[in-house]
C-alpha cells in the first residue's frame, strides 16, 4: 500500500507559519489561500519564507464596511455609504502585499487604511486616502509596508494632480517652500495676492501680526505709545539700561492696562502686564516684585523643560511656595496645581492638585467631578479605584457564599458535583453552576460543610475541593458513625491559588452506602463559601 505524505497545514484564511513552527528544510501548506512556506536561516537569522502563492491579482472584493485584509488579495473600497477602515493584515512576511482601489469617491469620503502594529512606508500611523479614483498597492519589505499608487482615467476628478504642461487652480493646497521652488517678481506676488501679504523691500509698508527676523531698530522706528529711543540698540531684541529710575518702554498703547510695560526702579528691571505675561520660549525668574500694589499672573510657556533652581541663603526656607485660597473646588479647598495633556487623541486629558480644608492633598479626576487620591495630615491614604501591587489588584477582590436550597440525590461509590441553588452573597458575580471562577489574581480562602442522610450503615463518606476538575483538597473523611441522628457532616478548607481567568473551584462529596443519599438542604447545614485574602 502506497505511503501518503501530509505537510504541516492550515485551512484558516491568512494564517502563516512562525520560525517556531517550523524546522529548517520542513514545509508548511496554507489550503485555503494556497500558500507553500519554509524556514530558512542566514547568519543566525530565522525567518519564514512564501515560496508558492496563489497569484488572484486581477481579482477584487468590494467592500463597503470595516474590513481586515488578507495578504495577497484586492479590494474595491466603496465609502459612498459612509467611512470605514481596511486594516492590513498581522504579523505579515516579506512579500505580502495588499491592493486597494477606490470604489467610489475617496476625494468624498476618505477610506482609512490601519496599520495593525506594522508601518506604513517607515510611519507608525493610519493612512488616510483620499484622492479619487486612486489604485494603492501595499508591499510588506519585510520591515514596512511600502506604497505605490497610480490614478488613471477612472480617476474622475483629477484637479489635484498637477503635469507639466498643464495650468491648475489650487483651492485649500499648500505648498512646502523647504521642497519646491516658486519664482515671480515682487510685483507678480503683490498683484497675484490681493490681500497684500508681501512687504517690498523698498518704500513704506504697515505690518500687521508680522515677525522680523533679526531686525535692528534705531532711533527713528516709531512705536505707538511711549518709549525711549536712546534704549533701542542694535541688539535685535528692546533693551532697557537698568542703571536710571523708571525708563519706560511701552509697547501698544499709551495704558500700562492694554500693553507691556518694560522700566527700572532703582537699577532693578521690572516687566509689567495687567493682563498677564505669556512667556513662549521660557524665562528665568529672579525676586518678585507686584507693580503698583497689584496682582500678578505668569504663564510659562517652553519648547525645553522648566527648572526652578533654589539656592537658600540660609538652611531654612522652601525652593516654591504657593499660597491660595478658595480656588476652583470651591470654599476651603487650595488647587495649586493642574496638569493638561495636550497629545492628539489623549483621553482623560486633566489632572487637578489641590489641599483640603483639613490639610489633606487630593488628585481630582479629569472633569474635575471626583476625588481619586486623598492623602490626609496624619497619613491615611484613601483611593477611590483598585489598589494595586505591581499591576494586580491587591484587596477587595470577589467574595460569595453558596447553599444547598434542595436536596440532591448522591449514588453511592463515585464523587459527584455538589449543586448549591442559592446565594447568600456574591459580590462580583464569579459564582454560577456551583462554580467558583475569580477574576481577580491572588489567594483564596475556600470553605465548604455539606450534609447527607444516611444511618450508620452508609459507609465512608468524603469531601473534596476540587480545583480546574482535579482533586486539590480532600477533607475529613467519615465511615460508619454518625454525627446526628441519621445524618453525616463533612467539611473541608484550604487556600488555593487562582489565576483571575481560567481556575475554577468546585465541591465534591462520595459515599459508599450501596444505595443513593441526599444531601441536606438550608443555608446554614451545606454551604460553600471563599473570599481573596491577598493578591498574587
Not at 441553588?421 to 464569579?430: A, L, P
Request: charged fraction near 10%; include cysteine.
Amino acid at each position: 500500500m502506497a505511503n501518503t505524505v501530509v505537510l504541516k497545514r492550515s485551512a484558516v484564511q491568512g494564517k502563516t507559519p512562525t520560525t517556531g513552527d517550523l524546522a529548517l528544510g520542513e514545509l508548511a501548506l496554507n489550503t485555503y489561500d494556497g500558500n507553500l512556506f519554509f524556514k530558512r536561516n542566514v547568519s543566525s537569522t530565522e525567518s519564514v519564507v512564501r515560496v508558492a502563492t496563489n497569484t488572484n491579482l486581477l481579482s477584487y472584493t468590494r467592500v463597503t464596511s470595516n474590513t481586515t485584509a488578507v495578504s495577497r488579495q484586492s479590494y474595491i473600497a466603496d465609502t459612498s455609504g459612509g467611512a470605514f477602515t481596511i486594516t492590513l493584515p498581522a504579523s505579515p512576511v516579506s512579500g505580502d502585499w495588499v491592493v486597494i482601489a477606490d470604489g467610489a469617491s475617496f476625494q468624498t469620503t476618505a477610506l482609512t487604511v490601519g496599520r495593525n502594529s506594522s508601518t506604513i512606508a517607515d510611519i507608525a500611523e493610519n493612512l488616510s486616502l483620499n484622492i479619487e479614483g486612486v489604485s494603492v498597492t501595499f508591499v510588506y519589505d519585510g520591515s514596512t509596508w511600502e506604497v505605490y499608487t497610480q490614478v488613471g482615467a477612472n480617476g474622475g476628478d483629477q484637479s489635484g494632480l498637477v503635469t507639466g504642461s498643464s495650468t491648475t487652480t489650487f483651492t485649500n493646497k499648500s505648498i512646502s517652500l523647504a521642497t519646491n521652488t516658486v519664482t515671480g517678481t515682487t510685483a507678480e506676488f503683490n498683484t497675484a495676492l490681493s490681500d497684500g501679504n508681501f512687504a517690498t523691500l523698498a518704500g513704506t509698508e504697515t505690518l500687521t501680526n508680522k515677525t522680523l527676523a533679526s531686525p535692528t531698530l534705531d532711533g527713528s522706528t516709531t512705536f505707538t505709545g511711549v518709549y525711549h529711543s536712546s534704549y533701542l540698540t542694535t541688539y535685535g531684541s528692546l533693551f532697557i539700561d537698568g542703571s536710571s529710575t523708571n525708563n519706560i518702554v511701552q509697547v501698544t498703547s499709551n495704558s500700562r492696562t492694554n500693553g507691556i510695560g518694560f522700566w527700572s526702579t532703582g537699577g532693578t528691571p521690572r516687566i509689567y502686564s495687567a493682563g498677564g505675561i505669556d512667556f513662549r520660549t521660557g524665562v528665568t525668574l529672579r525676586d518678585r516684585d507686584t507693580p503698583q500694589g497689584g496682582t500678578s499672573s505668569i504663564t510659562i510657556g517652553a519648547t525645553g523643560a522648566v527648572g526652578v533652581t533654589y539656592n537658600p541663603a540660609t538652611a531654612t526656607g522652601y525652593a516654591l511656595t504657593l499660597t491660595t485660597k478658595d480656588t476652583q473646588g470651591g470654599t476651603g479647598y487650595a488647587d495649586f496645581l493642574k496638569v493638561t495633556n495636550t497629545t492628539s487623541g489623549a483621553t482623560n486629558p486633566n489632572k487637578s492638585f489641590r489641599m483640603n480644608s483639613t490639610g489633606a492633598i487630593e488628585i481630582i479626576n479629569s472633569a474635575y467631578t471626583a476625588t481619586l487620591f486623598n492623602l490626609s495630615d496624619i497619613g491615611n491614604l484613601s483611593v477611590s479605584g483598585d489598589y494595586q501591587v505591581n499591576g494586580k489588584k491587591a484587596v477587595n477582590g470577589p467574595s460569595f457564599r453558596a447553599y444547598v436550597s434542595t436536596g440532591q440525590a448522591i449514588t453511592s461509590g463515585s464523587q459527584q458535583k455538589v449543586t448549591f441553588g442559592g446565594e447568600t452573597f456574591d459580590t462580583d458575580g464569579c459564582f454560577a453552576s456551583s462554580t467558583f471562577t475569580p477574576n481577580v489574581e491572588g489567594y483564596y480562602q475556600l470553605n465548604a460543610t455539606i450534609r447527607i442522610a444516611g444511618t450508620a450503615s452508609t459507609g465512608e463518606c468524603m469531601i473534596i475541593l476540587y480545583k480546574n476538575g482535579s482533586e486539590y483538597a480532600r477533607g475529613n473523611n467519615q465511615s460508619g458513625t454518625e454525627q446526628g441522628s441519621n445524618f453525616y457532616s463533612m467539611q473541608v478548607s484550604d487556600i488555593a491559588y487562582a489565576n483571575g481567568t481560567t481556575d475554577t473551584f468546585d465541591i465534591r462529596i462520595q459515599q459508599t452506602s450501596g444505595s443513593n443519599r441526599d444531601t441536606t438542604a438550608g443555608a446554614a447545614i451545606s454551604y460553600f463559601s471563599g473570599c481573596m485574602v491577598r493578591g498574587a
